[in-house]
């Protein structure tokens, strides 16, 4: 009754103490809404997102076909434009997925709306998997559109042979960048820091990871330092899904690229543990 004075016996529902959580298990809603305005943020301006690095690559494509394609070159036994076709593809993929993992939180820094993003009842499991799966969403969508723009290009050919190999090498490496893109939002105090990254280590890791030529053809050194680049396995993996061929044995490199996504986790998971330069 109201009013009663409850029985001493009776059991007592816990108070949560200050700052201590008191949903259980997986805030699904709150993962869904932050995933969801995530991807509509990219999504609104799709045209320079997703179809622009579509255009970007074809044009990467007609290039060197023109240049090295029309004597008839080949190799690893297949037509060049056909090799360097997949490459193209997954670079597209890791860079704009790194590109969407870096602004987030970034921009939030900036903008003085990083609020946004710590007040919400997400665990930080919760915040990585809303912020990670948008960067691979939008990844996804590029490499897409430029299968879809491939197809459409004479003297290319991007059948899928292997999709579950195609599916992997995609995930692991579009994964491997969004770690590196929020790990970087977290460090960068503006647009230039996080520019450095992509022009410093992206796009050069990108470029020398065997996209364009075999990496067996180089010298004994330049053979080393290319295994030594974890983007030469999404590329020589992504390839094999398409062409049936790859640079490296495909067991080591998803091994190499599941170990390096687990440290690159568990670097999120504890930056954002310790509210390394966003709690400040």
Known sequence: MIGQTPSPDAPRRPRAGLGETTLNGVNWGGLRTLYIKEVRR???VQMQTVWAPAITTLLYLIIFTVALGRSGKTVMGVPFADFIAPGLIVMAMLQNSFA??????LVGKMQGTIVDYLMPPLSVGELIAGLVGAAVTRALLVGFAVWLVMLAWPGV??????PLTLLYFGLAGSLM?????LITSIWADKFDHAAMVTNFVVAPLSLLSGTFYAVD????????????????????????????????????GALVLAAINVILLL??????????????
Do not use: M
């Open 217 to 252: 053809s180089l010298s004994p050194g330049f053979q080393a330092a290319s295994h030594a680049n974890p983007f030469f396995y999404v590329i020589s993996g992504f390839r094999h899904g398409f062409l049936g061929v790859s640079d490296s044995p495909l067991v080591v």
């Open 100 to 105: 969407n993992a870096s602004f987030s939180l």
């Open 267 to 280: 670097a999120c998971v504890t930056l954002l543990k310790r509210g390394w330069k966003i709690k400040n």
């Open 177 to 181: 960048l969004a770690f590196l893109g």
């Open 42 to 44: 990219f999504f609104k």
């Open 157 to 162: 050919h991007v059948t899928v042979r292997e």
